[in-house]
Nanobody, 121 residues
């Protein structure tokens, strides 16, 4: 069974930094795209950043220049380095991955359980 486990959330002051990690485990053949989304109270879940297997990235305009997504294919892990955090970045952050499980022909999108990021003084 495949699962994604996130870590690294917490409380940080405005202007601070946090690094989120999301590790995929289980019977995995390969992983295609990986990404981070977030959902603030009362708002819809939104894309933060995505990265493909080759390392190409795409970011939401609101985080460009402040957040960096990266991945370690050997560890099946995706990271989100968040700098210059603002109160409006407060949300539950979810990772997702398009994973081809062992024995499957196509990719399945898996989601992590979410990790809370709170930016407040």
């Amino acid at each position: 069974q495949v699962q994604l486990v996130e870590s690294g959330g917490g409380l940080v002051q405005p202007g601070g930094s946090l690094r989120l990690s999301c590790a995929a485990s289980g019977s995995i053949f390969s992983i295609n795209g990986m990404g981070w989304y977030r959902q603030a109270p009362g708002k819809q879940r939104e894309l933060v950043a995505v990265i493909n297997r080759g390392g190409s990235t795409n970011y939401a305009d609101s985080v460009k220049g402040r957040f960096t997504i990266s991945r370690d294919n050997a560890k099946n892990t995706v990271y989100l380095q968040m700098n210059s955090l603002k109160p409006e970045d407060t949300a539950v952050y979810y990772c997702n991955s398009d994973i081809i499980p062992s024995g499957y022909m196509g990719a399945i999108r898996y989601w992590g359980q979410g990790t809370q990021v709170t930016v407040s003084s």
